[in-house]
């Protein structure tokens, strides 16, 4: 069969709707378009059933008790905001430390940095050349002042997977809270808050074959209940958390979505994981000098994220412009800084220029990963054929003795 | 990131890739930038007994822009005297290439590689006077 073009392979930056959730979704547009907060009338009414069913649903998804734990916001940014900023500034008066690891998405390591500013204190925990979050380190740095721990389910770049049971386990034991960002996670990896020993977890629909502009908090009611400070004021709803009329059709997406994961979560992933590992061995039996970034043991399933020696990362996607993957390359950021995910791994700048993260998911097909190879090794031997330091490499000239002029 | 049309055909179709013997005295090497700043030109000339440049090389790790602007060194100094090929400057590769703000650097860097092809035929030419 033939692979149709454009290929998308970026499933960690988002998702395409699955049919079955925009069907859902649907009605909610045109038939049963009331606001949930209306309960006077069967438009409201219609609208606000919808709604509590999918909160049925996200709270299954992540093994939650209650529906009402969960707390619909945006999107996993505003729920990351909403979790760090709500519980540090409502505990400010128990204590004013909080812990979180240096490889954290922008929307936590950025909140954190918001309330270094009014006067938190913060520790970025580093981690180890897997990704991974040093147990000990965490231990160590917990005061009788943390009052949060906030340590991500799934890394979005490089797909490591933080042991959360353990860190559950440890917060449990001096009383500090523990939120986790499971944006890559839902859906992908178990998350079952209870046995986890999570207190606040954030997710988000389009990552998970729903509709984008939707996200969930669920905040722990029972053992303890956890009290935030909200960010936005208004009509009070989500239990006066956050306050704003809910995008009724996106939480009856993101709802179906939830459902969906959880229905297909057994055969997906092993799916999804062999895709990925033909994928790897694929370009390993054709590449030379690849380097894998992350451990690949505790990893999501549908993440590859791959460093090409000699090859600059933005020079490669240009080159597979049919296929939709994604740069670690300092050239496709604003900063002309390479990821800091790969720094924090203690990656060589020089292949953090080289890394390409390939997200695969529900809709790849083994003919697109086949396909994927093919470009990915013609173009990656075209562009070492003129790279400079794959010719000095050949030339058996060590790359590290080089006296480079920078700029 | 939108390309220009000029760097994606000097990406697809780059011009004059490959190695010049870098011991011929004739010929001048430039190696500049570093790999962990994601850019590294090499550009080579080979310079006639007329003192022209005839014959033009490079290789290039680095983004599009990067690979573009050599490959547009390379054609450009190709047929120029020693000191014509000195005039080239980064803003007239900027300006062939479309290059927006944030890819100023990879007309500098080739600016750059031209004045260290020179530099080193000119040294080679000072330590071998009698060729």
Not at chain 1, 211 to 234: D, I, Q, S, T
Not at chain 1, 334 to 353: F, Q, T
Not at chain 1, 384 to 401: A, F, N, T
Not at chain 2, 82 to 102: C, G, K, M, S
Request: hydrophobic content about 45%; proline content about 4%.
């Amino acid at each position: 069969m033939a692979v149709k073009l454009p290929l998308y392979l970026d499933n960690h930056a988002t998702t395409r709707v699955d049919p079955r959730v925009v069907d859902a979704m649907l009605p909610y547009f045109s038939e049963w378009y009331g606001n949930a907060a209306s309960r006077t009338h069967v438009f409201g009414r219609q609208a606000e059933d919808a709604v509590e069913r999918a909160r049925g649903q996200l709270a299954r998804a992540i093994g939650a008790t209650s529906d009402k734990e969960i707390v619909l916001t945006s999107g996993a940014t505003e729920s990351d905001n909403l979790a760090v900023k709500g519980a540090a500034r409502m505990y400010r008066a128990k204590g004013d430390h909080l812990i979180t690891v240096a490889t954290e998405h922008k929307a936590v390591l950025d909140a954190h940095h918001a309330l270094e500013r009014e006067g938190f204190q913060v520790t970025f925990l580093p981690v180890d050349r897997r990704g991974l979050v040093d147990l000990a380190a965490l231990e160590a740095a917990l005061t009788d002042r943390t009052v949060l721990v906030s340590v991500m389910a799934v890394n979005n770049e490089i797909g490591v997977v933080q042991p959360l049971a353990e860190i559950g386990r440890l917060c449990k034991a001096r009383g500090v809270l523990f939120f986790c960002d499971a944006a890559q996670a839902v859906g992908k990896v178990p998350i079952d808050v209870e046995a986890m020993g999570i207190d606040l977890l954030a997710f988000t629909a389009h990552k998970m074959y729903g509709p984008k502009g939707v996200g969930a908090l669920w905040v722990r009611r029972k053992a303890p209940r956890v009290r935030l400070e909200p960010l936005f004021h208004g009509g009070g709803h989500e239990r006066g958390l956050r306050s704003g009329t809910l995008a009724v059709p996106l939480v009856v997406g993101f709802g179906a979505a939830a459902a969906l994961a959880a229905e297909l979560f057994d055969d997906e992933t092993a799916r999804i994981r062999a895709l990925r590992d033909r994928l790897w061995a694929g370009l390993q039996a054709r590449l030379p000098n690849i380097h894998l970034n992350g451990d690949l043991a505790a990893r999501a399933p549908g993440n590859l994220n791959v460093s090409f020696a000699y090859v600059e990362g933005e020079s490669l996607l240009m080159g597979v412009s049919d296929i939709a993957v994604s740069s670690g390359s300092a050239c496709t950021s604003a900063s002309l800084e390479p990821s800091y995910v790969l720094r924090a791994l203690g990656v060589d700048d020089e292949l953090a220029h080289t890394s390409i993260r390939f997200g695969i998911g529900r809709f790849n097909s083994e003919e697109e990963i086949d396909y994927a190879i093919d470009r990915v090794v013609e173009v990656v031997t075209r562009l070492r054929e003129m790279s400079p330091l794959w010719e000095m490499v050949q030339e058996g000239i060590d790359l590290r003795s080089v006296r480079w002029t920078g700029h | 990131m939108a390309y220009s049309d000029k760097v994606l055909d000097h990406y697809h179709q780059p011009r004059n890739v490959g190695a010049l013997p870098k011991d011929d005295p004739a010929v001048g090497t430039g190696v500049v930038g570093a790999p962990e700043c994601g850019d590294v030109m090499k550009l080579q000339i080979r310079v006639n007994a007329e003192g022209v440049i005839e014959e033009a090389r490079f290789k290039t790790f680095g983004c599009g822009s990067a690979i573009a602007s050599s490959s547009l060194a390379t054609e450009w100094v190709k047929g120029k005297t020693l000191d014509e090929a000195a005039q080239i400057r980064n803003t007239d590769i900027v300006a062939e290439l479309n290059l927006p703000p944030i890819k100023i650097h990879c007309s500098v860097l080739a600016e750059d590689a031209i004045r260290a092809a020179l530099a080193d035929y000119k040294a080679k030419q000072q330590s071998a006077p009698n060729r």
